[in-house]
Nanobody, 123 residues
Framework: HVQLVESGGGSVQAGGSLTLSCAVP????????IGWFRQAPGLEREGVAV????????YYADSVKGRFTISQDNAKSTVCLQMNSLKPEDTAVYYC?????????????????WGQGTQVTVS
């Protein structure tokens, strides 16, 4: 199975914005839930946002609700994470991964095909 590929990370000042992209193989894009996760140094990985195939349902962690938006770009088979009003506590390596919709409950499930991650630093 092909891994997902994240891009778009970088350094930004608090209050700024970044958009992350997750490139997804087409057959995965049309059939699987895609989730964004993050892991800060010394902390466990946490879920950030999830989108179901065809954008039918979306889930967000409480810590990012109202600031982050997950969306799909059907032409590019890409799942984007628009991050606004960034805070220093958003600093982490951000990953995307896929899970079968039948195994996902309220965004939680056995995700796989993890990408290498992209660093987001907010100062």
């Amino acid at each position: 199975h092909v891994q997902l590929v994240e891009s778009g990370g970088g350094s930004v000042q608090a209050g700024g914005s970044l958009t992350l992209s997750c490139a997804v193989p087409r057959n995965t894009y049309t059939t699987m839930c895609i989730g964004w996760f993050r892991q800060a140094p010394g902390l466990e990985r946490e879920g950030v946002a999830v989108i179901y195939p065809n954008g039918g349902s979306k889930y967000y962690a409480d810590s990012v609700k109202g600031r982050f938006t997950i969306s799909q770009d059907n032409a590019k088979s890409t799942v984007c994470l628009q991050m606004n009003s960034l805070k220093p506590e958003d600093t982490a390596v951000y990953y995307c991964a896929a899970a079968h919709p039948s195994e996902v409950v309220a965004g939680n499930g056995p995700y796989h095909r993890w990408g290498q991650g992209t660093q987001v630093t907010v100062s």
